[in-house]
Antibody, heavy 126, light 106 residues
Framework: QVTLKESGPALVNPGQTLTLTCTVSEFSVSALGTRMGWIRQPPGKALEWLARIDWNDDVFYNTSLRTRLAVSKDASRNQVVLTVTNVDPVDTATYYC??????????????????WGQGILVTVSS | DIQMTQSPSTLSASIGDRVTITCRASQTISTWLAWYQQKPGRAPNLLIYKASSLQSGVPARFSGSGSGTEFTLTIDSLQPDDSATYYCQHYTAYLYTFGQGTKLEI
C-alpha cells in the first residue's frame, strides 16, 4: 500500500527556515514518471499548492511564493524535502505532500494529487 | 492566472438528497479538473479526475461533469458520511489552482 508521511517541526519561530520531509513507501521518488507535490492549508482556509518535483529533478513553484520555496529529493532515503525560508505567522498551516498523477491528452497534460500524506500542522510563532 | 470559483460556499442537505456543487473557471480549461473530499482533521481524498472520471474505490454516488468553464460535482442519495468540504482543482502550465471549497452539512 502506497503511503506518504510528512515530518518536521510543529513550531517554528518567525524569520526562521522551515524544513519538512515527506517519506514515501511502495514507490520510488526517482522512478521514471514519478511526480511529487506539496500543498498547504491554513486553519479553516482553502488548499494552496506550493511546489512540485519530478523524477528527473525538474521543479515548479507557486508563483507568489517561489522566492521562499525550495524542493528537493533524497533518492537514497526515498524522501522529498520542502524548505520555506523567512517564515511568518501567515505560514501557519497544515502541510501535505502528495503524489501527482498526470495524463497526456491531445491538448496538453492533466494532473491531480493522489494519494496524500496525513499532513503536519506547523505553527509559526515566537 | 486562472481562478477557480466554487458555489455555494456552504450547503445544507438531508440524507437521501441529491446535491450539486459548481466550480467555474475564469477561462476555458477543457476537462482539466479534479474534485476532492476533505473531512475535518483529514487529508483531502481524490474523488473525480479529468472532470468526470471516478477514482477507484469512490462510490458511484459521486459523479462529475462539465467542460470549458463550468463544472459540477453531483452526489446522489446523500449519506451521513458525505458531510465534508469539497474542493475543485485545475492544472495548467505547471501551476495548480484550488477552489475555495464548499462545505456540505448533512
Amino acid at each position: 500500500q502506497v503511503t506518504l508521511k510528512e515530518s518536521g517541526p510543529a513550531l517554528v519561530n518567525p524569520g526562521q527556515t522551515l524544513t519538512l520531509t515527506c517519506t514515501v513507501s511502495e514507490f520510488s521518488v526517482s522512478a521514471l514518471g514519478t511526480r511529487m507535490g506539496w500543498i498547504r492549508q491554513p486553519p479553516g482556509k482553502a488548499l494552496e499548492w506550493l511546489a512540485r518535483i519530478d523524477w528527473n529533478d525538474d521543479v515548479f513553484y507557486n508563483t507568489s511564493l517561489r522566492t521562499r520555496l525550495a524542493v528537493s529529493k533524497d533518492a537514497s532515503r526515498n524522501q522529498v524535502v520542502l524548505t520555506v525560508t523567512n517564515v511568518d505567522p501567515v505560514d501557519t498551516a497544515t502541510y501535505y505532500c502528495a503524489q501527482i498523477q498526470a495524463e497526456r491528452t491531445n491538448s496538453g497534460w492533466l494532473s491531480w494529487f493522489a494519494p496524500w500524506g496525513q499532513g503536519i500542522l506547523v505553527t509559526v510563532s515566537s | 492566472d486562472i481562478q477557480m470559483t466554487q458555489s455555494p460556499s456552504t450547503l445544507s442537505a438531508s440524507i437521501g438528497d441529491r446535491v450539486t456543487i459548481t466550480c467555474r473557471a475564469s477561462q476555458t480549461i477543457s476537462t482539466w479538473l479534479a474534485w476532492y473530499q476533505q473531512k475535518p482533521g483529514r487529508a483531502p481524498n481524490l474523488l473525480i479526475y479529468k472532470a468526470s472520471s471516478l477514482q477507484s474505490g469512490v462510490p458511484a454516488r459521486f459523479s462529475g461533469s462539465g467542460s470549458g468553464t463550468e463544472f459540477t460535482l453531483t452526489i446522489d442519495s446523500l449519506q451521513p458520511d458525505d458531510s465534508a468540504t469539497y474542493y475543485c482543482q485545475h492544472y495548467t502550465a505547471y501551476l495548480y489552482t484550488f477552489g475555495q471549497g464548499t462545505k456540505l452539512e448533512i
